[in-house]
């Protein structure tokens, strides 16, 4: 009797997880109905948004064609936003037997390559697809400034700084810049009274007037990236900051010596990202056939001041250079496209049909040590897209455009409905101003029900001896932390006619996409370009960052790092290796 009594408490508790399971869904986020843009309400109609679709018509999840980018309009502010919309539902569309026989993603085809990370000298390779092979997705990549090293945001400003390596002695103590420009072993350390950093040496003695160091023999991979830091100019200096942890407080030098404050909560390093169904964040760089075949055009090394296609005179040099190589471009008319996109494992995700999913192999880790996982293998899982970055040059029909469109490239990003909730905003009405508070109520990606904060902060890091373990920073463990989109809609929350451009642009592809489609479950957050394709200044949404891979420099932009009109404006351009 006793044992039937278990049984049947075991089963009802196993038939009410069932339904807890089955009731619990993901919270979306949803844009206002009412929102107004002179300029945008009517840029996407649905005849015009027939045509981008491969049949003519729309279709429930069906593939969608790229915009040409050789004819874009170059029109401020909408055509922007609606080159966005079409590329990404390009990008995610299941690919048509013309892309390598079919069958995943468009993204995924043959017609695209990976990018591989770098090597320990510094190398890129392209990684061809294969159909039916899996592709490789690696850990979340920190955010990199101008000189290939990561970013922090120093607080009260919009200023990206980025981070020097520690340089490490024999011994393998930290070292720092005297007063007399002399390298010092760091003994130990504290802070004063107004929190700034008090070095002592080996012997005890005070360090007088320590300050960051720049040194690129230190290790393989900073010895190369420094390539550009071997250009350094004063100009750049200030800008340069080096890390020290004091008592598990991080601070930061410059190489002046002066203590710089950040956004609470950065570290600088390559800061990891965990969703809260414990899923770490995965990424991957892909490029289409137009800018594998335009690198590989170039040689060994690419010459100072080149640029991005942009004309069809650009198009026809790589398209020709492709057919002698026996190879045929597919849809050429997108110009050269950079993609990088993050995911999570579905695994334990509510809704995770409502997701663009991918069988891919993503890196496992020891976890015996809850604040130091150690890399131990791979695994085949199914993940869940949760961000995107669509990157592409593109023309213009526009006669005022003296550069003939953009070879700064055109800088997109989306993101999941259900990523987590953004600040409050306001937005442009018929009649005057509305006002979307922010709401953390639901279950979100990465945010807890009802968190009050602190967001985005990073719980934890990539280091430990070989640099590729998950390590806790100070104070925190491994763990999933509380994200929210600061800039709703890549702008500040009282720019109210920029957001509704946005929004109704997302309005109008998601009112015109069948129910069911998978796509209408992200949303664009903004795109940015430059005036005219010149190196400045930023315009579109100039603050634009995802949650998913900006997660610890909201309010930033794309451009605050890649600040040129040239291919260096990639990170990715000059250290891939030619295909052949």
Known sequence: MQKTNRLSKALALTFLVAIIAIGCHFTQQTLPTDANSITCNSTITASDFNTWFDSGIVTL????????????PDLPNCSFYKWSERMFLWLTSPAPKRYGGGGGLIMGSPAFYDVSPEDSNGNRTFIPHTPGALMVFNMRAAQLGAHDLPVVMEKNSARLLEVLKPVMSKSGRQLVLNKEGQEVEIGSARLDQGKRPVFMDVSGKEIDGPRAIIRAQFDTVTKTRNRKLDRLTNLDKP???????????????????????????????????MAQNGSLVYYAITVNQVFAYYRTMLGASVPSGTKFPLTQTDLNAITSFATAHGASIIDSQALAIEVKSAWVEAAGLP???????????????????????????????????????????????????????????????????????????????????????????????????????????????????????????PSFTISPS??????????????????????????GVRNLLIDGDLRKNYIQIGTTWTIFGNTGPQVGTNKLANSTMETYQPGSNCFNCHTANTTDVSFIFSPLLPLF
């Open 482 to 507: 509380n994200t929210l989109r600061g800039k709703a809609f890549g702008m500040d929350s009282a720019s109210a006619g920029s957001n509704s451009e946005v929004i109704v642009i997302n309005n």
């Open 351 to 473: 809704d995770s049909n409502k997701f663009i999913t991918m069988q891919a192999t993503i890196p496992t880790y020891d976890k015996s040590n809850p604040n130091d996982w150690k890399p131990n293998g791979h695994k085949t899982a199914l993940l869940a897209m949760v961000g995107m970055h669509v990157v592409g040059s593109t023309g213009s029909t526009n006669a005022a455009n003296t550069n003939h469109g953009h070879p700064e490239m055109l800088w997109a990003t989306f993101e999941h409905v259900s990523n987590n909730p953004s600040a409050g905003y306001a937005y442009a009405k018929s009649s005057g101003t509305g006002v979307e508070a922010r709401n953390t109520t639901g279950t979100w990606v990465f945010c807890a029900n009802g968190s009050t904060g602190p967001f985005n902060q990073a719980h934890m890091e990539m280091g430990g001896a070989t640099g590729d373990h998950i390590v806790n920073k």
């Open 239 to 273: 800008s340069l900051v080096q890390k020290f942890t004091i008592d598990k407080n991080i601070v930061f030098l410059d190489l002046f010596g002066n203590v710089v404050d950040v956004e609470q909560g950065q570290g600088g390093d390559g800061d990891v990202l």
């Open 61 to 72: 999840n069906g593939p969608v064609t790229p915009a040409n980018s050789l004819t874009f």
